[in-house]
Nanobody, 129 residues
Framework: QVQLVESGGGLVQPGGSLRLSCAAS????????MGWFRQTPGKERELVAA????????DYAHSVKGRFTIDRDNSRNTVSLQMNSLKPEDTAVYYC??????????????????????WGQGTQVTVSS
């Protein structure tokens, strides 16, 4: 079982940048495909970005393509989300999630939130002037 802890959230002005990090512990990190999701009050949790076990494949929500970058370091058990050109509509609680894929093709990306078994506690990102 993996434990996930997010960090790096905060208040930023429109057009600014933030880098979120998620530290994993308790299991072999490379067994897990990873994702970043976000949620605002009254709305469903939505996928922001996902990355395969190997890090070779990624996927992004249309709304963040070209602005956000997901990457992972399997030697440090971390996954990060670099967020540039932030907009007020990016304001949300951001969650890191892990999908156990031991034995599966390491290039698979998981985009369905229902397939993620483990979640962090979330970190607030507020984009406002």
């Amino acid at each position: 079982q993996v434990q996930l802890v997010e960090s790096g959230g905060g208040l930023v002005q429109p057009g600014g940048s933030l880098r979120l990090s998620c530290a994993a512990s308790g299991d072999t990190f490379s067994y897990y495909a990873m994702g970043w999701f976000r949620q605002t009050p009254g709305k469903e949790r939505e996928l922001v970005a996902a990355i395969s076990r190997s890090g070779s494949n990624v996927d992004y929500a249309h709304s963040v393509k070209g602005r956000f970058t997901i990457d992972r370091d399997n030697s440090r058990n971390t996954v990060s989300l670099q967020m540039n050109s932030l907009k007020p509509e990016d304001t949300a609680v951001y969650y890191c999630a892990a999908d156990l894929q031991e034995g599966k093709d390491p290039v698979l990306v998981t985009t369905n939130s229902d397939e993620y078994e483990y979640w962090g506690q979330g970190t607030q990102v507020t984009v406002s002037s």
